[in-house]
């Protein structure tokens, strides 16, 4: 499961291999987990929505990108950091600039289970085709039937909620 948590990480791990690094290589690394629907303005937003938070609570003494940066590099590891960013997870929530960050990763999240799905109505169909007859076999058919159209009609509604996100369920 994707998560804006992970989003973040990566953005932390980019600041510990390069500790000069700018708020674009930031907003890249953390668009390499958010990748859908998430532009480098939502990425940037985000990160200046977070310095101002970590400013607010006291942790930078100003909401700049930099600031940030060197509350990262001043942990004791990346995992700290990370740390920091969960415990302040329910005020980061409630940043606006959050929510397109949680609405990437529900679509990628969505497209991966709706192909999952498409994955396992194929392996049903190959299970019915090989069965052989008999009692057995059309009790196993008719189970993998039913299965597929369950599996149909879970993928109907994923689709209708990327529809829902996207405007077009196949996207």
Same mark, same amino acid.
């Given at each position: ?29 953390? @668009? ?6 998430? /532009?480098?303005?939502? *990425?940037? !937003?985000?990160?200046? %929505?977070?310095? =101002? ?15 940030? @940066? ?6 004791? /590891?990346?995992?700290? *950091?990370? !740390?920091?960013?969960? %415990?302040?997870? =329910? ?27 498409? *994955? ?36 109907? *509604? ?14």
């Amino acid at each position: 499961m994707t998560d804006i948590q992970q989003a973040y990480r990566a953005g932390i791990d980019a600041v510990v291999l390069d500790n000069a690094l700018n708020r674009g290589g930031f907003a890249d690394a953390i @668009r390499t987990v958010l990748t859908a629907q998430f /532009s480098n303005a939502d *990425a940037t !937003g985000w990160i200046d %929505a977070i310095a =101002a938070l970590y400013e607010s609570v006291g942790i930078i003494n100003n909401p700049t990108y930099n600031n940030l @940066r060197g509350s990262i590099i001043n942990a004791e /590891s990346a995992d700290e *950091a990370e !740390g920091l960013f969960s %415990a302040l997870s =329910a005020s980061i929530s409630q940043l606006p600039e959050t929510a397109p960050a949680v609405t990437s990763a529900q679509l990628i999240d969505l497209r991966d289970e709706r192909d999952n799905i498409d *994955a396992a109505i194929t392996r049903c169909q190959d299970i019915i085709d090989a069965e052989p007859g008999g009692t057995l076999g059309r009790l196993v058919k008719e189970v993998l039937r039913n299965g597929k159209d369950l599996l149909r009609e879970e993928k109907r *509604a994923v689709r209708e909620q990327i529809q829902f996100i996207t405007g077009d369920p196949d996207n």
